[in-house]
């Protein structure tokens, strides 16, 4: 069995590579039940969570992600997510590889998010916003920019010092990068806004966003998380990595659905769905498009496939 680090995984999952192989995936036959999720009592702050990823394909791989999350590490200038990912033969159950399972979530995330991306933005856009400074943030903005050729590059967090450091160490070509303190006014000359963060209180109100932008958000995960209110929701054309995960972990979408502001026909699409049939969400330059991950084990066992070619 090979063990592969976080350097391994990093030099193989390249974001336009990544994007492909994602692409490919949605429009493959892999079978990822929805993953098993438990609440850990912790008795120095905030609850965290263990989730349990498995996924498969017959005949290849199966695969099965194991991550914990500790939103009180962000406090003490530690990651709040790790993981670890095991990959097996699917024809006998032998071990292939285990390998790390932070770089590999914090790579297919993002690169979920540019596949989004490629089909919902408009073509011609200018600046990318990023909310959140952790370590997804500085994979986020790579990765959208291998889809759409952002000129400015906007930087929020509730740090601003964060922000500032994130900022200045991006080195990305011909980008102006900026960190920003009034996100109101960062995300009204946005055209893309990118959401990672751990937060249970909306930071993008239905109110502040306009014709024509595209909302990523890919932080909240569990029913009290919430990074954009039910107005954003209702006020967008909704795509999904997928329909189980989100209805059922999407603090968002559930907040939206119980106060009435959208039904379930609201969600357009899932991320197999708008790949395998190129479903036209955007049908105006003007509409509002928003994609909602809360991750799926298909994306992980794409990523680890990749690792071990």
Partial sequence: MKVYDRENVASSLQYGILIEALRKAFSSKITAP???????????GSDATLLLMPAWKIGEH???KIVSVFPENTTKNMSAVHA?????NANDGKPVAVMDGTELTLRRTACASALAADYLVNKNVDTLLMIGTGNLAPHMIKAHCVVR???????WGRNEEKAERLALSLNIKDKEILAKNDLKEALNVADVISCATL???PLIMGDWIKPGQHLDLVGAFTPDMAE?????????????????????ESGELINALKE????????LSDLRELVLEEK????????????????TALEDLAAAELVIE
């Avoid at 670890?84 to 097996?88: A, H, S, T």
């Avoid at 050729?149 to 906007?154: A, D, E, K, M």
């Avoid at 039910?230 to 209805?247: M, N, P, R, W």
């Avoid at 036209?280 to 991750?295: A, E, H, Q």
């Fill in 199 to 201: 937060t249970q209180k």
């Fill in 84 to 88: 670890n990912y095991f990959l097996m």
């Fill in 228 to 248: 954009a209110d039910s107005k954003a929701i209702a006020k967008s054309k909704v795509v999904v990595d997928t329909y189980e995960g989100a209805l059922s």
């Fill in 149 to 155: 050729n952002y000129s400015r590059i906007l930087i």
């Fill in 260 to 267: 009435g502001r959208i039904k379930k026909e609201h969600i």
């Fill in 34 to 44: 929805e993953r098993v999720q438990h609440t850990i009592k912790n008795k120095n």
């Fill in 62 to 64: 199966i695969g099965i």
């Fill in 280 to 295: 036209n969400i955007r049908k105006d330059s003007n509409d509002i498009t928003l994609f909602k991950s809360v991750g």
